[in-house]
Nanobody, 126 residues
Framework: QLQLVESGGGLVQPGGSLRLSCVASRLVVGSFVIGWFRQAPGKEREGVSCIDQSDGSTYYADSVKGRFTISRDNAKKLVYLQMNSLKPEDTAVYYC???????????????????WGKGSLVTVSS
């Protein structure tokens, strides 16, 4: 069993920054993807950013490229999402999720994630 716990969400003004953290209960050897997904009210859950815990390859949704940065600290079993230049449309519940790397092209697909955190609410509003 792999458990994931998010933290760092909250209220921030447009243009501001937040850093989300996700701690995993254990490390996984081999190609394994961990990342961030979000779901706004009335919308489908979407992949925001994912990283291969082994080789460090990353994925970013077009909507967050240049603003968000994913990073990992395998020794501490942590993954971060640094969110800068936040926009109201970034408002959502952000979930940490993980699963074996099944596809390079779709490494950040919700359907490929086997483990999910409970989510952390990020609200971008003035």
């Amino acid at each position: 069993q792999l458990q994931l716990v998010e933290s760092g969400g909250g209220l921030v003004q447009p243009g501001g920054s937040l850093r989300l953290s996700c701690v995993a209960s254990r490390l996984v050897v081999g190609s394994f993807v961990i990342g961030w997904f979000r779901q706004a009210p009335g919308k489908e859950r979407e992949g925001v950013s994912c990283i291969d815990q082994s080789d460090g390859s990353t994925y970013y949704a077009d909507s967050v490229k240049g603003r968000f940065t994913i990073s990992r600290d395998n020794a501490k079993k942590l993954v971060y999402l640094q969110m800068n230049s936040l926009k109201p449309e970034d408002t959502a519940v952000y979930y940490c999720a993980a699963g074996p790397k099944r596809s390079v092209q779709a490494m950040c697909s919700t359907s490929f994630m086997d483990y999910w955190g409970k989510g952390s609410l990020v609200t971008v509003s003035s």
